[in-house]
């Protein structure tokens, strides 16, 4: 099985790779901004589709964003480690080619990332394991982080 790497420099290429990334799980302990290098990393276990027989499975993945100025975040409580999962990453132009990314999980929390420009890659990193189930979430309204 071939490892799927994409890339997203607009939003159009965003809404592509958060439809391989929705309903991906997380804990906040996978998430990491390293502001020096104005880069985020998040590690996550995304649903991967591509088996032929169209079993349900999981695959350990990697995302990082670059150029990012901030990160604010919504229902996310520090040393809080329940599993997340992710709804959608979205862009919103400000002032072109800045903007905000969000990325939007179940349950209402969210995490904005006030970005240059969309420079977003994301790679898987090779275990795939049969997952328990299809995907599943409560159906709280998720807001972008204030």
């Known amino acids: 099985m071939e490892l799927l790497r994409l890339a997203a420099l607009d939003g159009e290429d965003l809404t592509v790779l958060s439809a391989h990334l929705q309903d991906a799980i997380l804990r906040p302990g996978d998430l990491t901004y390293l502001a020096g290098e104005h880069r985020f990393l998040m590690a996550l276990r995304r649903f991967d589709w591509s088996d032929a027989d169209g079993a349900p499975r999981r ?36 002032d072109a080619p800045s903007g905000r990314i969000d990325l939007v999980f179940s349950g209402g929390a969210a995490i904005r990332l006030d970005v240059e420009c969309v420079e977003v890659r994301m790679k898987d990193l090779g275990p795939v394991w049969e997952a328990s189930g299809r995907p599943g979430h409560d159906d709280a309204a998720a807001g972008p982080a204030a």
């Open 59 to 94: 695959r350990l993945a990697g995302l990082h964003v670059e150029r990012v100025l901030s990160v604010r975040t919504k229902g996310l409580k520090p040393g809080d480690d329940t599993p997340l999962s992710l709804l959608a990453l979205t862009f919103e132009p400000t």
